[in-house]
């Protein structure tokens, strides 16, 4: 599967933006979808996992309660809604496809995107 991710770019601290990571070739609604992250000098961090059907979904701490993630499998899309944005959330974030449970862990991961750069101004 190819995943294009889309929709990165710069915002204040406390705004919003809306991330979405387009799949084309194999099933999409057949795997388990994840947001990682990587800040410049730092490793890549998991962020958010969505399950198959979209039933089970999964937030690291420190974007829990202001991201959102979803899917749309007639579309073969996954989304990130980033709200109250932080300068702190300040990285390129990968989509990436995997198991169909979803996981937290990139080893996992078969599949990923280029990324997309997100910058939070303070």
């Known amino acids: 599967v190819q995943l294009q991710a889309s929709g990165g770019g710069l915002a204040q601290a406390g705004g919003s933006l809306r991330l979405s990571c387009a799949a084309s070739g194999r099933a999409f609604s057949s795997y388990g979808m994840g947001w990682f992250r990587q800040a410049p000098g730092k490793e890549r961090e998991f962020v958010a996992v969505?399950?198959?059907?979209?039933?089970?979904?999964y937030y690291a701490d420190s974007v829990k309660g202001r991201f959102t993630i979803s899917r749309d499998n007639a579309k073969d899309t996954v989304f990130l809604q980033m709200n109250s944005l932080k300068p702190e959330d300040t990285a390129v974030y990968y989509c990436a496809a995997g198991p169909p449970s979803g996981s937290n862990w990139s080893n996992n991961y078969n599949y990923w995107g280029q990324g997309t750069l997100v910058t939070v101004s303070s």
């Open positions: 969505i399950s198959w059907s979209g039933g089970s979904t």
